[in-house]
């Protein structure tokens, strides 16, 4: 088994399941035990503010999108770049918090940049390594820029760098002509 975490999962133009269609999940854990992500690409209509004022006592003028982790039902989780608060390191400089008391000051002081996930993507063990090797899900690497990034077209983005890094490492330097002419 390679671990997959502090990795992107991008999902294949063939994997079947509608949950994950056109998905980028940022990998947080994978082990022997399972694995589990947060799908970035899933924006609710829901703000932060609306859902916080469910589950708080106190509420808050956050109005950026709540983000739908993936289908597995779980706590409230963040990803921040506030290491004071963090609970674990996803990728260098990127971390996860779901304690209640770092999610208030999140929602509260609106420390940029940050996304909150209600649910997330979760696999059994061995259940995402068989996905992996019938190339359900692409592997990418993760960057802060990806992870926070605000456009509707991550998947677009993710797979277009994808297929730049396949191309550039099938490409022998030798053997690209001075000429652009002569491609």
């Known amino acids: 088994m390679t671990s997959t975490r502090g990795q992107f999962l991008v999902a294949s133009p063939h994997l079947p399941d509608p949950n994950f269609l056109r998905s980028v999940v940022l990998m947080v854990q994978h082990d022997d035990e399972g694995a589990f992500g947060l799908i970035l690409n899933r924006p609710t209509n829901q703000t932060v503010s609306e859902v916080w004022d469910i589950i708080s006592d106190e509420s808050c003028d956050c109005e950026q999108p709540l ?10 989780m963040a990803l921040h770049t506030n290491e004071r608060l ?21 929602v509260n002081t609106e420390f940029d940049p940050f996304r909150v996930f209600s649910g997330y993507a979760g696999w059994g063990p061995k259940q995402l ?4 090797e019938v190339g359900g899900w692409l592997v990418a690497s993760a960057t802060i820029g990806m992870i926070f990034y605000e456009g509707d077209d991550l998947w677009k983005q993710v797979t277009s760098d994808i297929g730049d890094d396949i191309i550039y490492s099938a490409i022998d330097p030798r053997h690209i002509p001075y000429d ?3 491609n």
């Open 67 to 76: 983000n739908l982790g993936g289908p597995v039902a779980g706590p409230l």
């Open 86 to 106: 963090s609970e674990n390191e996803v990728v260098p400089g990127v971390y996860l918090s779901t304690d209640r008391d770092a999610l208030d000051e999140l």
């Open 129 to 132: 390594d068989e996905e992996l």
């Open 180 to 182: 652009p002419g002569m």
